[in-house]
């Protein structure tokens, strides 16, 4: 189903089956994160982060302690995103193929 997705076409992606492995799931949140609706969410994670940088001297330069960023999107059944379909993003549906319902947006 991957091979039928052009790139550049916006596609609707359904999970049918919560990811049973950890891979799986930083797949999904990595897709769901792309959809445009969760732009806003994705700036303001980043600006959080940015503050929260702890910056120390060791020596004599300035080192940034930079903390691990949260996963905001955490997809389990029944969830539902539309994304573009750039290479990166076929690339990964491909590998949770069998989790999802894939479907061009409309």
């Known amino acids: 189903m991957v091979v039928d997705i052009t790139p550049g076409s ?7 089956k919560t990811p049973p492995s ?4 930083k797949t999904l949140s990595r897709v ?11 700036s303001h994670r980043k600006q959080l982060l940015k503050s929260a940088m702890v910056r120390t001297r060791r ?27 750039t290479c990166d ?4 549906l491909g590998s949770v193929e069998r989790l999802l319902d894939i479907a061009p947006a409309t």
């Open 10 to 16: 916006m596609v609707r992606i359904t999970v049918k």
């Open 22 to 25: 950890e891979a799986a799931a």
């Open 32 to 42: 769901f994160a792309k959809d445009p609706a969760n732009r806003k969410a994705r």
């Open 59 to 85: 020596g004599g330069r300035i080192w940034m302690v930079r903390s691990k960023a949260p996963r905001l999107f955490q997809p389990v059944q029944g969830d539902t995103c539309n994304v573009r379909a």
């Open 89 to 92: 993003v076929i690339k990964d």
